[in-house]
């Protein structure tokens, strides 16, 4: 028996053996924990008047026809030309073009007053990439962090319809001052990643889509993840070098949503990068009347197709102002 009784004891220790090798595994798996720089990446102080830029987004083949042209051409007038929601002076209106984007419609966008800023592709790793062919240039947001001739730059996609003057956003205090990234959340900073700035600004807006998408509630509740269509940044290229860094881990985001899974890694809530959260009257995804009603300013949705009647109604006459604005000026 004696043998046998041995070769049980010997059984008996091959679960225990198999849970260590695999918390062994795990643990070396693990990204390492890095440590902070000091004063790495330190943002400047905002001078007193500082450099403020709006920015998007244009590749000019989101679809098959001009739509995402049209956005960008309504949202280029909301922002420079009329009168009910246009920029003070001093702020310029970027157009980020993609490589493909058609000759034509930059200088059509460029004539309309927008400040063009040609865009060279990202060199992404092939584990980044989607079906939807629509998100395949949604990095190319991340050069805005490379501008660092601006102070604060506020960027909102195309397919975006104001409602009220959108300026004093840069007045809001997280736009303004600078937050220190965390040190005590040591477990957070990848020491397989370029070091983290030791302070940054990235403030954005909750995403409606996780909370009853167009039946959302007024005031909308704060969520986890942000939408990537509308965010202020500092531009810092310490920041562009970690976000790039971190593209380089597979699957270290999930890459269905692209560039927004990827913000929402870098600036996630429990990080040492948290995002900061501006006032649910500055921007709406999945916007319904209420939020209309309840003034907020910028409403994020394909208006000249989807969202409520009303909301496509007041797009399309954005769009029918701007028609006669330039059909008056030629």
């Known amino acids: 028996m004696a043998p046998t009784s041995s070769r049980l004891r010997r059984r008996s220790y091959i679960p225990a053996l198999c849970s260590i090798a695999a918390l062994l595994w795990l643990f070396f798996k693990r990204p390492p924990a890095g440590d902070l720089v000091p004063n790495y990446g330190t943002l400047r102080p905002l001078r007193p008047k500082p450099s403020l830029a709006i920015a998007t987004l244009f590749c000019g083949e989101s679809y098959d026809d001009d739509s995402y042209f049209d956005f960008t051409r309504v949202l280029t007038y909301q922002l420079l030309h009329d009168p009910a929601t246009r920029l003070n002076a001093s702020i310029p209106f970027l157009v980020l073009v993609c490589p493909t984007a058609p000759t034509w419609q930059r200088e059509r966008l460029r004539a309309d007053g927008a400040t063009i800023i040609e865009t060279a592709d990202l060199n992404l790793p092939s584990w980044i990439h989607t079906g939807v062919t629509r998100w395949k240039d949604q990095f190319l947001k991340l050069r805005l962090w490379e501008m660092v001739q601006y102070d604060r730059i506020l960027y909102m996609d195309a397919d975006t319809t104001l409602a009220g003057p959108i300026d004093s956003i840069f007045d809001e205090e997280i736009v303004k001052l600078p937050a220190t990234t965390l040190p005590s959340r040591k477990a957070e900073i990848k020491g397989d990643e370029a070091p983290l700035p030791a302070n940054y600004i990235f403030a954005a807006r909750s995403n409606n889509e996780f909370t009853g998408q167009r039946d959302h509630p007024f005031p909308p ?77 910028t409403l994020h949705e394909k208006l000249q197709w989807a969202g409520p009647v009303e909301l496509q109604d007041m797009w399309k006459k954005k769009k029918r102002k701007m028609d006669a604005f330039y059909a008056e000026k030629s």
Request: net charge positive.
């Open 221 to 297: 509740p704060p969520t986890t993840l942000f939408s990537a269509g509308f965010w202020i940044i500092a531009p810092s290229k310490e920041m562009f070098d970690y976000l790039m860094s971190v593209t380089s881990h597979r699957r270290r985001f999930n890459p269905t949503t692209m560039e927004q899974s990827l913000l929402n890694y870098a600036f996630r809530r429990e990080g040492a990068m948290p995002w900061m959260e501006v006032n649910y009257r500055w921007s709406a995804t999945w916007p319904n009347l209420r939020d209309l009603e309840g003034g907020v300013v």
